[in-house]
Protein backbone atom coordinates (compact mmCIF):
# COMPACT_ATOMS: atom_id res chain seq x y z
CA UNK A 1 0.00 0.00 0.00
CA UNK A 2 3.10 2.15 0.54
CA UNK A 3 2.73 4.27 -3.04
CA UNK A 4 -0.27 5.42 -2.02
CA UNK A 5 -1.28 8.09 0.03
CA UNK A 6 -3.19 6.67 3.55
CA UNK A 7 -6.12 9.63 4.04
CA UNK A 8 -7.13 9.84 7.86
CA UNK A 9 -10.30 11.92 7.89
CA UNK A 10 -11.40 13.39 11.12
CA UNK A 11 -10.79 10.82 13.79
CA UNK A 12 -11.14 12.97 16.92
CA UNK A 13 -11.63 13.23 20.57
CA UNK A 14 -15.25 14.48 19.58
CA UNK A 15 -16.55 11.81 17.54
CA UNK A 16 -15.10 9.06 19.88
CA UNK A 17 -18.16 7.27 21.46
CA UNK A 18 -19.12 3.31 21.55
CA UNK A 19 -19.48 3.25 17.72
CA UNK A 20 -16.22 4.75 17.02
CA UNK A 21 -14.25 4.03 20.34
CA UNK A 22 -11.89 1.00 17.75
CA UNK A 23 -10.97 3.89 14.66
CA UNK A 24 -7.97 5.45 16.69
CA UNK A 25 -5.99 2.20 17.28
CA UNK A 26 -6.85 1.18 13.82
CA UNK A 27 -5.71 4.24 11.95
CA UNK A 28 -3.01 4.72 14.20
CA UNK A 29 -1.68 0.97 13.18
CA UNK A 30 -2.44 1.53 9.81
CA UNK A 31 0.49 4.68 9.35
CA UNK A 32 3.12 2.53 9.28
CA UNK A 33 2.00 0.55 6.24
CA UNK A 34 2.23 4.42 4.11
CA UNK A 35 4.78 6.28 3.29
CA UNK A 36 2.44 9.62 2.85
CA UNK A 37 -0.12 10.42 5.09
CA UNK A 38 -2.66 13.09 5.34
CA UNK A 39 -4.66 13.43 8.35
CA UNK A 40 -7.85 15.79 8.23
CA UNK A 41 -9.35 18.23 11.49
CA UNK A 42 -12.64 19.42 11.13
CA UNK A 43 -13.90 22.44 12.48
CA UNK A 44 -16.94 24.33 12.46
CA UNK A 45 -16.78 28.17 12.08
CA UNK A 46 -18.58 30.74 13.51
CA UNK A 47 -20.96 31.25 10.49
CA UNK A 48 -21.44 28.05 9.25
CA UNK A 49 -24.17 26.46 7.50
CA UNK A 50 -23.71 23.60 10.25
CA UNK A 51 -24.71 26.03 12.99
CA UNK A 52 -27.33 27.52 10.43
CA UNK A 53 -29.17 24.86 9.47
CA UNK A 54 -28.41 21.71 11.68
CA UNK A 55 -27.54 23.28 14.55
CA UNK A 56 -24.55 21.78 14.99
CA UNK A 57 -22.64 23.76 17.49
CA UNK A 58 -19.62 21.76 18.73
CA UNK A 59 -15.91 21.82 17.18
CA UNK A 60 -14.92 25.61 17.16
CA UNK A 61 -11.54 26.36 15.97
CA UNK A 62 -9.03 25.36 18.93
CA UNK A 63 -12.19 23.14 20.54
CA UNK A 64 -11.08 20.51 22.66
CA UNK A 65 -13.16 18.15 20.70
CA UNK A 66 -11.32 19.02 17.13
CA UNK A 67 -7.93 17.29 18.91
CA UNK A 68 -6.56 14.20 16.94
CA UNK A 69 -7.79 11.15 19.51
CA UNK A 70 -4.75 9.11 17.97
CA UNK A 71 -1.23 9.82 18.00
CA UNK A 72 -0.05 10.96 14.07
CA UNK A 73 2.86 9.70 12.61
CA UNK A 74 6.06 12.10 12.84
CA UNK A 75 5.65 12.33 8.81
CA UNK A 76 1.81 13.03 8.82
CA UNK A 77 0.76 16.19 7.06
CA UNK A 78 -2.40 17.36 9.02
CA UNK A 79 -4.97 19.70 7.41
CA UNK A 80 -7.64 21.31 8.94
CA UNK A 81 -11.07 21.48 7.12
CA UNK A 82 -14.72 23.79 7.49
CA UNK A 83 -16.21 20.77 5.13
CA UNK A 84 -17.63 17.34 4.92
CA UNK A 85 -15.57 15.99 2.12
CA UNK A 86 -11.47 16.07 2.75
CA UNK A 87 -10.99 16.60 -1.36
CA UNK A 88 -9.87 20.47 -0.32
CA UNK A 89 -8.43 22.56 -3.73
CA UNK A 90 -5.50 22.49 -1.93
CA UNK A 91 -5.49 18.25 -1.44
CA UNK A 92 -5.98 17.62 -5.06
CA UNK A 93 -3.59 20.33 -6.37
CA UNK A 94 -0.97 18.32 -4.10
CA UNK A 95 -2.40 14.91 -5.72
CA UNK A 96 -2.21 16.24 -9.58
CA UNK A 97 1.37 17.75 -8.86
CA UNK A 98 2.62 14.30 -6.86
CA UNK A 99 1.19 12.35 -9.79
CA UNK A 100 -0.90 10.66 -6.71
CA UNK A 101 -3.73 8.02 -8.94
CA UNK A 102 -4.90 5.69 -5.65
CA UNK A 103 -5.53 6.82 -1.82
CA UNK A 104 -6.64 4.87 0.59
CA UNK A 105 -8.80 6.17 2.94
CA UNK A 106 -10.69 5.68 6.17
CA UNK A 107 -11.96 7.57 9.09
CA UNK A 108 -14.98 9.20 10.81
CA UNK A 109 -18.14 9.51 9.90
CA UNK A 110 -18.43 6.55 7.30
CA UNK A 111 -21.56 7.83 5.78
CA UNK A 112 -20.48 11.75 5.63
CA UNK A 113 -17.07 12.79 5.48
CA UNK A 114 -15.78 9.48 4.35
CA UNK A 115 -18.48 9.36 1.81
CA UNK A 116 -18.32 12.47 0.58
CA UNK A 117 -14.50 12.53 0.53
CA UNK A 118 -14.61 8.91 -2.01
CA UNK A 119 -17.47 10.40 -3.97
CA UNK A 120 -15.05 13.61 -4.66
CA UNK A 121 -12.16 11.77 -5.65
CA UNK A 122 -13.75 9.36 -7.60
CA UNK A 123 -14.87 12.19 -9.64
CA UNK A 124 -11.54 13.87 -9.73
CA UNK A 125 -10.39 10.17 -11.55
CA UNK A 126 -8.34 9.66 -8.57
CA UNK A 127 -9.39 6.09 -7.49
CA UNK A 128 -10.68 5.87 -4.15
CA UNK A 129 -9.78 2.68 -1.57
CA UNK A 130 -11.94 2.55 1.69
CA UNK A 131 -10.56 0.86 4.49
CA UNK A 132 -13.75 0.06 5.93
CA UNK A 133 -12.41 -1.85 9.16
CA UNK A 134 -10.90 1.82 10.19
CA UNK A 135 -13.85 3.76 9.48
CA UNK A 136 -16.76 4.14 12.16
CA UNK A 137 -19.98 6.70 12.84
CA UNK A 138 -20.59 8.55 15.78
CA UNK A 139 -24.38 8.40 15.24
CA UNK A 140 -24.55 4.48 15.30
CA UNK A 141 -23.32 1.62 13.86
CA UNK A 142 -26.36 1.23 11.13
CA UNK A 143 -25.35 4.52 9.55
CA UNK A 144 -22.19 3.16 9.27
CA UNK A 145 -22.77 0.20 7.27
CA UNK A 146 -25.41 2.53 5.54
CA UNK A 147 -22.22 4.51 4.17
CA UNK A 148 -20.47 1.62 2.98
CA UNK A 149 -23.01 0.61 1.05
CA UNK A 150 -23.56 4.07 -0.81
CA UNK A 151 -19.95 4.20 -1.09
CA UNK A 152 -20.15 0.44 -2.50
CA UNK A 153 -22.45 2.09 -5.30
CA UNK A 154 -21.18 5.21 -6.02
CA UNK A 155 -17.15 4.04 -6.41
CA UNK A 156 -17.42 0.45 -6.91
CA UNK A 157 -18.30 -2.71 -4.27
CA UNK A 158 -13.87 -3.54 -4.86
CA UNK A 159 -13.10 -0.20 -3.51
CA UNK A 160 -14.37 -0.65 -0.02
CA UNK A 161 -12.09 -3.46 1.83
CA UNK A 162 -11.76 -4.89 5.13
CA UNK A 163 -15.24 -4.62 6.33
Request: proline share 3%; hydrophobic share 45%.
Amino acid sequence: MGGSPLLIIDVQKGFINEWTAHVPSRVESLQDSFDQIIITRLYNPQRSLYRRLTGWNQFSLGAAETQLAFAPHARATIMDKATYSAASEELLARFRTEGVNRVHLCGIATEASVLLTAAALFEQGIEPVVLAHACGSDTGHHLHQAGLQIISRLIGVKQVIGS
